[in-house]
């Protein structure tokens, strides 16, 4: 049977170029990058390698770059290390309504321990509220949080004016742009962004390996203490394998993100036409341009996202119902429901994230596959209209 993978935002392969780079880190390059002998050395200089290149994928000074196990870490430390530190100076936060849950957990953590949390609502689109953060941002807002673009419906966030309003007032921005970093260009210095989570595997990197920019000037505390690696910030022996491999990876993805974005967008775009054409009912989540180059996130009236992912998949195609990592619950996406969707409209939302291994062939073959199944679906329910069936 043919097998089609449209589920990257959720995991990646490795590019095997990548892990032909990281191979050596398994076998014969066991030296600790803190050792002070050639063993070392040549993990240390490889770690170096790697930090200048995940620098230059987002325009940041190499020493800016902290390696964390992913975007997960990456989140919790921005978040908990930049209000920690600052506690003094304020004890507001901001954040918005559609973040990963590695920023919602860890800002209501803080709520916990005394921080006030604010929550930016966002539009119909998904776009945040820029005047919501205008009217919200006082001499108390010590970090403010905004994805540079959101892993569920694809929406690019107008970070740059966010960065205006948050330094106007002496605020330092965090951005979560793990989904957005190896897709779009994105610009540490361009945003005047003081810091940035990216994860390794969303760009064909390993799994189980990020890293964190933190502007030169900005300090955070250390949310994990020990031997001192990584500038203090982040102690524990470096995952030399996978650093490497996310510095590979982050190479690539620099290298070839501009030719791979034209060529998505177009299979996106050919995508969601194909959709909306041929299912009635049928409608698309998310910024209809201001949009990630791979997201295609659709409604279907009538549907219940669980049996239409279980039918695809006896069909070979791999898709999602929202986030990978809060699909173990069975709630509706905290993302579609900020948006204005009801519980059922979101519970019938699908999303497909298309990858480099991706072709015209494949969103053919699941086009002319989905309006059947969906037929089929809508044929069983109850609640589907005569004319619909
Ligand atoms: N932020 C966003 C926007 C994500 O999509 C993800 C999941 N890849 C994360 C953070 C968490 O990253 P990780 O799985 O590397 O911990």
Same mark, same amino acid.
């Given at each position: 049977?043919?097998?089609?993978?449209?589920?990257?935002?959720?995991?990646?392969?490795?590019?095997?170029?990548?892990?032909?780079?990281m191979?050596?880190?398994?076998?014969?390059?066991?030296?600790?990058?803190?050792?002070?002998? =050639?063993?070392?050395?040549?993990?240390?200089?490889? #770690?170096?390698?790697?930090?200048?290149?995940?620098? !230059?994928?987002?325009?940041a000074?190499?020493r800016e770059i902290?390696?964390?196990?992913?975007?997960?870490?990456?989140?919790?430390?921005a978040?908990?290390?930049?209000a920690?530190?600052?506690?003094?100076k304020?004890?507001?936060?901001i954040?918005s =309504?559609?973040?990963h849950?590695?920023v919602i957990?860890?800002?209501k953590d803080?709520?916990?321990?005394?921080?006030?949390?604010?929550?930016?609502?966002?539009d119909?689109?998904? #776009?945040?509220?820029?005047?919501?953060?205008?009217?919200?941002?006082?001499?108390?807002?010590?970090l403010?949080?905004?994805?540079? /673009?959101?892993?569920?419906i694809?929406?690019?966030?107008?970070?740059s004016?966010?960065?205006?309003?948050?330094?106007?007032?002496?605020?330092l921005?965090?951005?979560?742009?793990?989904?957005a970093?190896?897709?779009?260009?994105?610009?540490?210095?361009?945003?005047?962004?003081?810091?940035?989570?990216?994860?390794?595997?969303?760009?064909?990197?390993?799994?189980?390996?990020? !890293?964190?920019?933190?502007?030169t000037?900005? +300090?955070?505390?250390? #949310?994990?203490?020990?031997?001192?690696?990584?500038?203090?910030?982040?102690?524990?022996?470096?995952?030399? /394998?996978?650093?490497?491999?996310?510095?590979?990876?982050?190479?690539?993805?620099k290298?070839?993100?501009?030719a791979? /974005?034209?060529?998505?967008?177009?299979? +996106?775009? +050919?995508?969601?036409?194909a959709?909306l054409?041929s299912?009635?009912?049928?409608?698309?989540n998310?910024?209809?341009?201001q949009r990630?180059?791979?997201?295609?996130?659709?409604?279907?009236?009538?549907?219940?996202?669980e049996?239409?992912?279980?039918?695809?998949?006896?069909?070979?195609?791999a898709?999602?119902?929202g986030s990978?990592?809060?699909?173990?619950?069975?709630?509706? =996406?905290?993302?579609l429901? !900020?948006t204005?969707?009801k519980?059922?409209? !979101?519970?019938?939302?699908?999303?497909?994230?298309?990858?480099?291994?991706?072709?015209?062939?494949?969103?053919?073959?699941?086009?002319?596959?989905?309006?059947?199944?969906?037929?089929?679906?809508?044929?069983?329910?109850?609640?589907?209209?005569k004319?619909?069936?």
């Open positions: 049977m043919r097998r089609i993978y449209l589920d990257h935002m959720a995991g990646m392969p490795i590019d095997k170029r990548v892990l032909e780079v191979r050596p880190y398994f076998d014969t390059h066991y030296g600790n990058p803190s050792s002070p002998h =050639s063993f070392g050395n040549e993990v240390r200089q490889a #770690i170096d390698d790697a930090r200048s290149k995940v620098a !230059a994928l987002i325009g000074k190499t902290l390696f964390t196990s992913g975007g997960t870490e990456s989140n919790n430390l978040i908990k290390g930049v920690y530190r600052n506690k003094n304020g004890n507001h936060v954040t =309504s559609i973040e849950m590695s957990n860890p800002s803080l709520s916990k321990q005394g921080f006030h949390v604010t929550y930016l609502p966002v119909p689109y998904g #776009i945040v509220d820029v005047e919501a953060l205008s009217e919200a941002i006082t001499d108390q807002t010590i403010v949080s905004i994805m540079y /673009a959101n892993n569920e694809g929406t690019i966030e107008p970070i004016e966010i960065s205006e309003i948050v330094h106007e007032k002496g605020g921005l965090h951005v979560d742009a793990v989904a970093a190896g897709q779009i260009p994105v610009d540490v210095q361009k945003d005047d962004i003081d810091l940035l989570s990216l994860s390794s595997n969303d760009l064909y990197g390993p799994k189980g390996v990020g !890293a964190l920019y933190v502007k000037g900005t +300090r955070i505390q250390p #949310i994990t203490q020990g031997g001192g690696q990584e500038r203090g910030i982040r102690s524990g022996t470096e995952n030399a /394998a996978g650093i490497v491999g996310m510095g590979a990876a982050a190479e690539l993805a290298r070839e993100m501009t791979e /974005a034209t060529r998505l967008t177009k299979l +996106r775009d +050919r995508f969601i036409q959709l054409d299912i009635p009912q049928s409608y698309l998310g910024h209809p341009t990630l180059p791979n997201n295609v996130n659709v409604r279907l009236s009538y549907i219940e996202g049996s239409l992912l279980l039918s695809l998949d006896m069909e070979g195609v898709a999602s119902s990978a990592c809060t699909s173990k619950t069975l709630e509706p =996406s905290h993302v429901l !900020a204005g969707l519980h059922e409209e !979101a519970h019938g939302s699908l999303l497909f994230t298309l990858g480099r291994q991706n072709t015209d062939e494949d969103v053919t073959y699941v086009v002319e596959l989905l309006p059947g199944i969906v037929k089929r679906l809508r044929a069983i329910s109850p609640l589907t209209p004319e619909l069936i």
